[in-house]
């Protein structure tokens, strides 16, 4: 039997409820906050994710899905959005529209991993990029945009921020997790010890337990911010107290990627177990420049849908949220012989025309068996329809959730429906 493979999943009818239902929440949310959707290509050059993300990082080392084309070009499955988003906008020449530029995607990414609960390989984010925004109160309002999602949905959670400082107070940083982690050196993994050449300060997400009770011990971010770091993280601080939006300051968030200045954040949730990050981001002010388009800031973040729906689930288990439920039909025709089929699949048609949730038998059941599909399905009423009925021009409905029944006229019946 040819399964799926490994780290990708199958989202039956009844689980892509859940995601209609949250996706439903991001895109009005965002929308409301002024963001258009954006769409980009299931693959890209591999180049542009060595050089966006950073050649160093675990996405670039580790975890992209490489393939070559016939023309020899060397492509790749995109594992990440942002970068994606910068392509297209120097591509389109999107730099040009009025700024602030306000984007978001909800779309699939690849990356080659271990799959967990939560994690796959191919996984599902909603981001959210905007441009030409270079106040923290721009880093704020994209904050402010998942915040609202994840208590819309119901997801409890807790902020976390940093501030990773900027190109010029960045390498005083630097220097000192050298000089810190080069004394730890024999203890660090062995990826730690190579990344200690490289970017120290990816020692910071690692997730091995001796790297990181060394990591605990290290120098902190916040503690050396040049001037204008340090004005832009208070000033975050203050716009989210205004917000009533709780934070908590942790200076072991960098995230994964190597485009984030200043502004970087999670939002931790324990809906699902041990603590999970379900929303990243931050601010990314080179990567224009760096992907050879124009000087232009940026911030954004990405929100796991697949975590997110986990999360929905055990909060629906513990009762905390109801869940969307599947819609029914309103109406189910039971025809009996062939031109009350015709007139059953011409009534439901009609219904569907005007917004209405019907169904009839297409499968050629017989009335009993037709009557138990209408209350297997949740139809509220079912319309039984033969040749007298026809001749008459009347059929009897029969609410199914309380046994009442009622004529109707036939050639009134769209009418008739639609005002129940």
């Known amino acids: 039997m040819i399964q799926k493979p490994k780290g990708t999943l199958d989202i039956l009818p009844e689980e892509a409820l859940l995601w209609q239902y949250a996706e439903g929440i991001m895109r009005e949310t965002a929308e409301k906050y002024g963001f258009f959707e954006t769409r980009f290509p299931t693959f890209e050059s591999s180049a542009l994710f060595r050089r966006g993300v950073g050649s160093t990082t675990d996405i670039v080392q580790k975890e992209m899905f490489t393939m070559d084309d016939r023309d020899g070009n060397e492509l790749c499955l995109r594992p990440e959005g942002t970068a994606c988003v910068v392509r ?35 996984f599902y984010q909603f981001g959210v990029e905007m441009f ?7 880093d704020a309002t994209v904050i402010s945009i998942a915040d609202t ?69 290290c120098p902190k971010t916040v503690d050396y911010l040049c001037e204008d770091c340090e004005t832009h993280f208070t000033t975050l601080k203050s716009s989210l107290d205004a917000m009533g939006i709780e934070y908590t300051v942790n200076p072991k968030i960098v995230r994964g990627l ?3 200045v200043r502004t970087v954040f999670e939002f931790i949730s324990d809906d699902i177990g041990a603590q999970s990050t379900v929303c990243g981001g931050g601010r990314y ?15 954004g973040f990405g929100l796991g849908l697949t975590r997110l729906v986990l999360a929905m689930k055990a909060n629906a288990e513990k009762g905390k949220i109801v869940l969307p439920e599947k819609k029914t039909p309103k109406l189910y025709v039971a025809p009996m012989g062939e031109k009350a089929a ?25 009335l009993k068996a037709q009557m138990k599909y209408a209350d297997k399905i949740g139809a509220q009423y079912a319309l039984v329809i033969g040749d007298s ?9 029969k609410n199914l959730r309380d046994g009442e029944k009622m004529d109707i006229g036939l050639a009134d019946a769209e009418k008739t429906i639609i005002e129940l």
Do not use: W
Request: glycine fraction near 6%; aromatic fraction near 6%.
């Open 342 to 366: 015709q007139y059953a699949v011409a009534l439901v048609h009609k219904l569907r025309l005007a917004g209405i949730i019907a169904d009839c038998d297409i499968v050629g059941r017989s």
């Open 88 to 122: 297209s906008l120097i591509e389109n020449g999107l730099h040009n529209e009025p700024m602030p530029l306000r984007l978001y995607y909800i779309t699939n990414f690849f990356r080659y991993e271990k799959p967990q609960a939560g994690r796959s390989r191919e």
């Open 132 to 138: 030409g925004a270079p106040t923290a109160n721009a």
């Open 149 to 217: 999602v994840l208590r819309k949905i119901g997801i409890s959670n807790t902020l976390n921020i940093n501030s990773i400082g900027c190109p010029e107070c960045r390498p005083k940083y630097r220097q000192a997790l050298v000089e810190y982690f080069s004394a730890h050196e024999e203890e660090l993994c062995p990826t730690c010890r190579e990344r200690l050449k490289t970017n120290p300060l990816r020692i910071l997400d690692c997730k091995s337990p001796i790297c990181s009770a060394i990591a605990a011990e």
């Open 285 to 299: 002010d080179g990567l224009v420049e760096e992907l050879d388009g124009p000087a232009l800031c940026g911030i």
């Open 389 to 397: 009925e026809l001749e008459v021009g009347t059929a009897q409905l």
């Open 258 to 260: 190597d485009y984030y």
